[in-house]
């Protein structure tokens, strides 16, 4: 290998032996230097990312106390939601409430779009049908629940495992056949019927079915406030889910450092939260002026943490079909003092108390107090307007008028958006208990910085709302 090297180099034997040894030396040095930035650099920004993740891991396992009252959502539950709604619409004079699979349906039957076709939504309806049946003795209302199926399809729909007493009644259609004439003639025989539409249909099939002897109305009122007010089986998942979110955060934070990036702490939070079965839904991490557009803008996510940012995070997941979204702004820890710095009894490195950071110390402040305000304010039969505007008003008045963007919060089940949204012109609808709501207010500076607070309130019968994602923030440095 010497010698090939030293002929490629053009250096023969007649070179005299120091020289020989000095450029041995030199290769040696070059080979060694050219390894070292080949393999120590990226080892060593590896080595980092992986002990922030172990830490965060390992801190996130000390207590998952926030799984031991969730479970699965009973068979019997289904069944009692498809009544309640069958309620709604009696007392809504509707004749009936039809959905596909969607979000609603999951909701009703347990199955989701992509459950139902894992490819795409196709052209041929496949219909969940609900009609309040009332007992002529006893006045009580009951759900009446249909499919309306392709024909060859029958058999995968009654594998579904859709919750059910006894087999599922399908109204099949052949492929030439028109299918809005078969469920007219299968369900509704003889009266103009009403039917109201999930918001999650598509057009054609409501053109389909007004083309063809029904009425359509829209999503509302009785019908909607089903799902909107929560079950206890649904607190408990909300709970669990969103309080695991928040403590996964705060899990991670001690463990993280200066010099990561962005994207870094995406992997890392979704690493620590997925070990116990949530599945990611959606990860925001945006340093400082990243975070000054709720969202992010066109963050790449190679933004450098250092001890200095204000770091935010707005997280949503997956655990038995309920979501979380949370938010949480904060720092890093501050630098811990060297060895040398130890050993030579010198002061810690500087806290920083430029302009900059005292501005980030008061508007974390201040948004927080937007949302204890806000919280005072989810009392049954308040508007979802009122929550809102007590929010604004702490910002208003603590001189970031303008700053706030958006609205205060919305609905959260197994959607992490869902009515009702909680925005200051918002006086129509008025909180009932069981509903669940984001409370989010924040505070964004162009070029500077965003900080947002995000926990779920649950709107109680009496007295005011829990929290059910855990503790709330407290400072900075305990999100
Ligand atoms: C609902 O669906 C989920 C996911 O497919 C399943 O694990 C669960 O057992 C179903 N629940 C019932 C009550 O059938
Ligand atoms: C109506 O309710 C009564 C009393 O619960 C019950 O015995 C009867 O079977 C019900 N009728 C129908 C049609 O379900
Ligand atoms: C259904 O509606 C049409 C059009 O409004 C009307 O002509 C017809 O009489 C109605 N039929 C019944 C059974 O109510
Ligand atoms: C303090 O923060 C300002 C603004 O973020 C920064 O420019 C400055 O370098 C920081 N000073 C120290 C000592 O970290
Ligand atoms: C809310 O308003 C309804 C309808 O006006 C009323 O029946 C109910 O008692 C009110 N609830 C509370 C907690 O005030």
Redesign the pocket.
């Known amino acids: 290998m010497k010698d090939e090297f030293e002929s490629k180099q053009g250096l023969g034997p007649e070179i005299g032996k120091r020289p020989r040894s000095l450029s041995r030396i030199w290769t040696a040095a070059v080979v060694v230097a050219l390894y070292l930035t080949w393999i120590i650099k990226p080892f060593s920004s590896q080595s980092q990312f992986d002990r922030v993740q172990q830490c965060s891991i390992e801190n996130f396992h000390k207590d998952l106390y926030f799984l031991e009252n969730a479970r699965p959502i009973e068979a019997q539950e289904f069944l009692d939601r498809r009544d309640n709604l069958a309620k709604a619409l009696h007392v809504s004079g509707v004749d009936g409430f039809v959905l596909e699979p969607g979000y609603t349906f999951q909701y009703y039957a347990n199955i989701s779009q992509p459950q139902w076709e894992p490819w795409e939504p196709e052209e041929r309806p496949f219909l969940m049908v609900v009609q309040p049946s009332v007992n002529a003795s006893t006045g009580e209302v009951k759900a009446k629940t249909s499919f309306l199926s392709p024909h060859f399809e029958e058999g995968r729909v009654r594998m579904l495992g859709i919750p059910s007493e006894g087999e599922l009644d399908i109204i099949v259609w052949e492929e030439h056949w028109n299918p809005y004439r078969t469920l007219k003639d299968g369900l509704f025989p003889d009266a103009n019927a009403t039917l109201m539409v999930d918001e999650e249909i598509r057009d054609f099939l409501v053109r389909g079915l007004d083309a063809n002897g029904f009425k359509t109305v829209g999503l509302g009122g009785e019908v909607e406030a089903v799902r909107q007010t929560k079950t206890p089986a649904e607190v408990e998942l909300l709970r669990a889910v969103n309080t695991g979110t928040i403590e996964g955060i705060r899990a991670m934070r001690p463990c993280l450092e200066a010099g990561l990036t962005e994207n870094d702490v995406i992997k890392i939070l979704d690493d620590t939260v997925k070990t116990i079965g949530f599945d990611l839904f959606f990860d925001i991490v945006l340093f400082d002026s990243n975070a000054a557009l709720p969202h992010g803008g066109f963050a790449t996510g190679d933004k450098v943490l250092t001890?200095?940012t204000m770091v935010l995070i707005d997280a949503g997941y997956h655990y038995l079909g309920y979501s979380s979204d949370v938010c949480r702004s904060f720092f890093i820890d501050p630098p811990k003092k060297s060895l040398i710095r130890r050993l030579l009894r010198l002061p810690g490195p500087?806290i920083?108390n430029?302009e900059?950071?005292a501005e980030k110390l008061k508007v974390w402040d201040i948004v927080l107090q937007a949302q204890t305000e806000a919280g005072k304010m989810f009392m049954p039969n308040s508007t979802a307007a009122s929550v809102d505007i007590a929010a604004r008003k702490v910002i208003d008045d603590a001189g970031y008028k303008g700053t706030f963007t958006h609205r205060l919060g919305h609905g959260i089940g197994i959607k992490a958006h869902e009515s009702p949204y909680l925005n200051k012109g918002n006086h129509e609808t008025l909180l009932r208990p069981g509903m669940t709501f984001t409370a989010e207010p924040g505070i964004y500076l162009e070029g500077k910085f965003g900080v947002r607070h995000e926990d779920i309130y649950l709107v109680k019968e009496n007295g005011p709302a829990e929290v059910i994602s855990g503790r709330r923030a407290v400072s900075p440095y305990e999100p």
């Open positions: 001890h200095e500087e920083n430029s900059l950071h």
